[in-house]
């Protein structure tokens, strides 16, 4: 009875070594995640040229907070970089239904004095918002600027429907990584460049670059005193 015991052990033993050897290699063969992808620009080391040779610029980013991006911008530039996080104000007032109040909110959301922000990193924020905030906002950031300060925004040419934010990771001054996270709404609409010409009114076009990702990449300037 012993001896049998012990052959149904090493029987049942072989074959969970067998079932294990067989899905080992299944496991193995798994494919891994598909790498991120880099994409080019060529706004941000134009936006970076603009402030290397400033004393301490003070720059203001109106995306989500990412670490990389804040040392990267830090050691090119020696700036000190405020993050106001808009897609979160944006989303604030979808969820609680105030999505009417944004422009009143930008009116008043930034507490830095007039003139005081050397340059403001707006990426994509004003795809997601309607005519009377995008308005508002620009109408803000403009006022922020000091006189040659320099503004740089992203802005789509595609339809995207897709409710989707997108957090922008600086690899080097001329790669960028795209990476997404959920909004409450999709972009609005796509902008047309004489439009968004005309909600940035006091500054000027520096540079303006539409990239095969379908986003147009615009740098501005605001006149000197």
Not at 37 to 52: D, E, I, N, R
Not at 72 to 89: K, N, Y
Not at 159 to 176: A, Q
């Amino acid at each position: 009875m012993a001896e049998s015991a012990r052959s149904l052990t090493d029987l049942f033993g072989m074959l969970g070594n067998r079932r294990a050897a067989e899905a080992r290699p299944a496991a193995e063969s798994a494919p891994a995640p598909a790498p991120e992808v880099s994409h080019p620009t060529k706004a941000l080391q134009k936006f970076l040229g603009c402030l290397q040779n400033r004393e301490r610029p003070v720059l203001v980013d109106l995306g989500p907070v990412v670490g990389s991006n804040v040392n990267f911008f830090g050691e090119q530039l020696g700036c000190r970089i405020r993050v106001e996080d808009i897609a979160s104000d944006i989303e604030t007032h979808l969820k609680g239904g105030k999505a009417d109040q944004l422009p009143a909110f930008f009116a008043k959301r930034f507490t830095q004095p007039p003139g005081s922000v050397d340059g403001i990193l707006c990426w994509d924020v004003f795809d997601y918002l309607d005519k009377a905030a995008a308005q508002t906002l620009a109408s803000a950031l403009i006022t922020l600027l000091k006189p040659d300060g320099v503004l740089l925004g992203f802005f789509s040419t595609a339809e995207v429907r897709e409710p989707l934010y997108t957090k922008y990771v600086v690899v080097d001054p001329l790669h960028l990584k795209y990476r997404t996270y959920p909004a409450s709404r999709p972009r609005q609409r796509a902008l047309l460049n004489g439009d968004i010409i005309r909600m940035f009114g006091g500054l000027r076009v520096s540079d303006s670059f539409l990239m095969k990702s379908h986003v147009r990449e615009m740098l501005f300037r605001k006149n000197p005193t």
